[in-house]
T-cell receptor, first 113, second 109 residues
């Protein structure tokens, strides 16, 4: 069966520090991968998605970037965190094109202080 | 107008009650819709998919009304454990979803 791993679960970082969040999927090949952010009391905002190695689509211009160095690995990064980057970061995967149900990792709760 | 809109609630209902949420969408090209359940400080988990007119799974029924561009979720015989935030999502293009901000449900003893 497919599983998705996301770490760390919780992160506290100072303003201006770098960020690297990692997500890996097991049990499937060529998944579509997604990074979302959920601010406190808000909906899910799609940040990036990828349909293949090295293919990244950015949805919202911001202080973050994403990379997909391997088929089942998706990384979210920032060179310098802002206070507004605080939130709940969720990685998700799906397969296929027509009907591609998305399944979420457990998320990383990031606090930028 | 947001692409997917939900009443944020909270909906406070007694155990055993029937409760219904609506979710409206603006993109008439959306093909598939989904209801997710999100517990406090947890990830969303898929509750139901809605591809055509509707879907039923035990106490949960989802309906799709394409003419009026909304989907609904009906929960019968509410349990305390149903307390959560319910997110609806619709497809946007080939790979993406657009999520609503969620409807909060509290089932009271």
């Amino acid at each position: 069966s497919q599983t998705i791993h996301q770490w760390p679960a919780t992160l506290v970082q100072p303003v201006g520090s770098p960020l690297s969040l990692e997500c890996t999927v097991e049990g499937t090949s060529n998944p579509n991968l997604y990074w979302y952010r959920q601010a406190a009391g808000r909906g899910l905002q799609l940040l990036f998605y990828s349909v293949g190695i090295g293919q990244i689509s950015s949805e919202v211009p911001q202080n973050l970037s994403a990379s997909r160095p391997q088929d089942r690995q998706f990384i979210l990064s920032s060179k310098k965190l802002l206070l507004s980057d605080s939130g709940f970061y969720l990685c998700a995967w799906s397969v296929g094109v027509a009907i591609n149900i998305q399944y979420f990792g457990a998320g990383t709760r990031l606090s930028v202080l | 107008r947001k692409e997917v809109e939900q009443d944020p609630g909270p909906f406070n209902v007694p155990e055993g009650a029937t409760v219904a949420f609506n979710c409206t969408y603006s993109n008439s090209a959306s093909q598939s819709f989904f209801w997710y359940r999100q517990d406090c400080r947890k990830e969303p988990k898929l509750l139901m998919s809605v591809y055509s007119s509707g879907n039923e799974d035990g106490r949960f029924t989802a309906q799709l009304n394409r003419a009026s561009q909304y989907i609904s979720l009906l929960i019968r015989d509410s349990k305390l454990s149903d307390s959560a935030t319910y997110l609806c999502a619709g497809t946007s293009g080939t790979y993406k979803y657009i999520f609503g901000t969620g409807t909060r449900l509290k089932v009271l003893a």
